[in-house]
């Protein structure tokens, strides 16, 4: 099995990297790690499997990140996980929502390090694919370095090697889930102190990081950096992480990107999705370009258009193959 590189990895994010979303940025990057949204263990035990899981292969590799608290049905999670051809299953401890409290999984499982333990020993005997665990350093007002440091130490002894670390607490029951993305304070020095202290495990770092500079100043430190919403404002950078980090200068231009997805779109649309549970996720493809404004407004007035066919895709599409300095003009062509 070869070993997954995790350098950089673009983090789950709930109603953001669904299967469009990864398509669209591993046209922009071969190298990073992608993860899909935290599905549930349940919904994948009583729903449509292939509805949940099923992607295309073209963006691997990819980890399934399984939210729960059920050691058997998150072990059948993992097994189905490996099953449709991910590349790593991931364990949600992260997420501080009051629903996903209620359902006892996310951040609230850290209070319960040994059902945690369960949960992943099961996992990792159902799946040959790796187990990683995504958490937080701590919550409410248990968020000493001791408390992480003993956390980790009895998820270890299950053989879980990768642990990415959101370097932020989660306030549960008190903060909304975009309010524990701001306000508890970053700790990146737990992080740091973490990989000193388990030199064995691979330790990821997550939360706040917003530039390439900033990646190259964490992997001094840890083995890996996690980045998410700044990727999903403005998904191009992955083009300067590409070349900056994984010394790679053969990158599609913005343009080239469009072209590639225009493809992808039409065989989606004749599977039936709609044009906007694409489109939507390239708002942020011209980010700071001079003209970025005039991409967004003319997707936002054609991407929603009523049962599109394949003719229709054709027009708008059409009208979005500009030359490359059509958008620093302001003008899609």
């Given at each position: 099995?070869?070993?997954l590189n995790?350098t950089?990895?673009?983090?789950p994010?709930?109603?953001c990297?669904?299967k469009?979303?990864?398509?669209f940025?591993?046209?922009i990057?071969?190298n ?8 549930v263990?349940?919904a994948?035990?009583?729903?449509d ?8 292969m073209?963006?691997k590799?990819v ?5 729960g608290?059920?050691p058997?049905l998150l072990?059948?999670?993992?097994y189905?996980?490996?099953e449709?051809?991910?590349?790593e299953?991931n ?6 929502s009051k ?6 999984f996310?951040?609230c499982?850290?209070?319960e390090?040994?059902l945690?333990?369960d949960c992943l020993?099961e996992m990792?005997?159902k ?6 665990v995504?958490?937080r350093?701590?919550?409410d007002?248990?968020d000493?370095y001791e ?5 980790v130490n009895i998820?270890?002894e299950?053989g879980?090697?990768t642990?990415?670390?959101h370097a932020r607490?989660a ?7 975009k309010q524990n ?7 990146y020095e ?5 990989k ?10 997550n939360?706040?990081i917003t530039?390439?500079?900033?990646i190259?100043?964490h ?5 890996g950096?996690?980045?998410g919403r ?7 950078m ?6 900056q ?5 053969e990158?599609?231009t ?7 997805l225009i493809?992808?779109?039409?065989e989606?649309i ?6 906007n549970?694409?489109?939507r996720?390239t708002?942020?493809l ?6 970025s404004?005039f991409?967004?407004?003319?997707l936002?007035?054609n991407?929603?258009?009523?049962d599109?066919?394949?003719k ?6 059409d009208k ?7 958008i ?6």
């Amino acid at each position: 099995m070869s070993r997954l590189n995790r350098t950089v990895s673009v983090a789950p994010m709930m109603d953001c990297t669904d299967k469009h979303e990864r398509f669209f940025l591993r046209l922009i990057s071969k190298n990073v790690l992608l993860y899909t949204e935290m599905i549930v263990s349940e919904a994948i035990d009583r729903g449509d499997k292939k509805k949940l899981l099923e992607f295309d292969m073209r963006e691997k590799p990819v980890a399934l990140q399984l939210g729960g608290s059920s050691p058997k049905l998150l072990g059948n999670a993992a097994y189905l996980g490996e099953e449709f051809g991910y590349d790593e299953i991931n364990l949600n401890l992260g997420c501080p929502s009051k629903k996903v409290q209620k359902n006892r999984f996310g951040a609230c499982l850290i209070r319960e390090p040994n059902l945690v333990a369960d949960c992943l020993s099961e996992m990792i005997s159902k799946t040959s694919i790796p187990v990683t665990v995504k958490t937080r350093i701590g919550y409410d007002n248990v968020d000493q370095y001791e408390n992480l440091y003993n956390f980790v130490n009895i998820l270890k002894e299950t053989g879980v090697k990768t642990f990415i670390i959101h370097a932020r607490k989660a306030m549960l029951g008190k903060f909304t889930p975009k309010q524990n993305l701001n306000i508890p304070p970053l700790k990146y020095e737990y992080v740091n102190r973490l990989k000193k202290d388990f030199k064995d495990l691979e330790i990821i770092i997550n939360g706040g990081i917003t530039s390439t500079d900033q990646i190259k100043e964490h992997l001094d430190n840890v083995d890996g950096v996690m980045i998410g919403r700044s990727i999903y404002h403005s998904p191009y950078m992955l083009a300067d992480i590409e070349n900056q980090i994984f010394n790679n200068s053969e990158i599609l231009t913005r343009q080239e990107v469009v072209e590639k997805l225009i493809k992808y779109l039409k065989e989606e649309i004749k599977k039936g999705t709609r044009l906007n549970q694409i489109m939507r996720h390239t708002l942020g493809l011209f980010h700071g370009q001079t003209g970025s404004s005039f991409w967004k407004r003319y997707l936002s007035e054609n991407m929603c258009v009523r049962d599109a066919d394949v003719k229709k895709i054709d027009h708008i599409m059409d009208k979005v193959k500009f030359n490359p300095q059509s958008i620093s003009a302001g003008q899609i062509e």
